[in-house]
T-cell receptor, first 116, second 114 residues
Framework: GAVVSQHPSWVICKSGTSVKIECRSLDFQATTMFWYRQFPKQSLMLMATSNEGSKATYEQGVEKDKFLINHASLTLSTLTVTSAHPEDSSFYIC????????????FGPGTRLTVL | DQQVKQNSPSLSVQEGRISILNCDYTNSMFDYFLWYKKYPAEGPTFLISISSIKDKNEDGRFTVFLNKSAKHLSLHIVPSQPGDSAVYFCAASGLTGGGNKLTFGTGTQLKVEL
């Protein structure tokens, strides 16, 4: 299947700093990417849908000024956690949609964010 | 509000036996369902899916059953192999209006023992 990478795989930062997470589709173009957040022993919660060349669509309850998403090219979407706080510590995972079918959504390996 | 639920956080099965993972949903607008497998430190990988117009879909050792009236689906793995040990997520989507957005369950940790 297609490959999606995330960078970094883990990051530790101080409270108040901003952290950028990259999601790349390595061997296909993705007009749509998704950002999820997963708390321990909980499900993946969709945060936002990222569309190339347009603004992201955020799910209810997700602060768009807090979680900035940029999808500048067909192979790259970035999630920036601004002014991070300890409650933002979580596992962030992206997926990229290769086609129109649900089973063509490929997931990255995730990024573990710890805010001290 | 957990619209997709996997009530068993873990399941242990002997190698060669059948593994049955269950998933329940509450939103009647869901009409497409998927199962994903996830290893530690990796992203979920797609396993099998089923549309609401079907009640069964089979792919090799994996079979998914859908009971729309009960809002319940299950994944059967037979025979189970040690390499199947992973966390399994069910996910649901509504083809009408929901686009490709997936709602995930909380996952079931499957352990296949020798």
């Amino acid at each position: 299947g297609a490959v999606v990478s995330q960078h970094p795989s883990w990051v530790i930062c101080k409270s108040g700093t901003s952290v950028k997470i990259e999601c790349r589709s390595l061997d296909f173009q993705a007009t749509t990417m998704f950002w999820y957040r997963q708390f321990p022993k909980q499900s993946l919660m969709l945060m936002a849908t990222s569309n190339e060349g347009s603004k992201a669509t955020y799910e209810q309850g997700v602060e768009k000024d807090k979680f900035l998403i940029n999808h500048a090219s067909l192979t790259l979407s970035t999630l920036t956690v601004t002014s991070a706080h300890p409650e933002d510590s979580s596992f962030y995972i992206c997926s990229a949609l290769q086609g129109d079918q649900y089973n063509e959504q490929f997931f990255g390996p995730g990024t573990r964010l710890t805010v001290l | 509000d957990q619209q997709v639920k996997q009530n068993s956080p873990s399941l242990s099965v002997q190698e060669g036996r059948i593994s049955i993972l269950n998933c329940d949903y509450t939103n009647s607008m869901f009409d497409y369902f998927l199962w994903y497998k996830k290893y530690p430190a990796e992203g979920p990988t797609f396993l099998i899916s089923i549309s609401s117009i079907k009640d069964k879909n089979e792919d090799g050792r994996f079979t998914v059953f859908l009971n729309k009236s009960a809002k319940h689906l299950s994944l059967h793995i037979v025979p189970s192999q040690p390499g199947d040990s992973a966390v399994y997520f069910c996910a649901a989507s509504g083809l009408t209006g929901g686009g490709n957005k997936l709602t995930f369950g909380t996952g079931t940790q499957l352990k296949v023992e020798l």
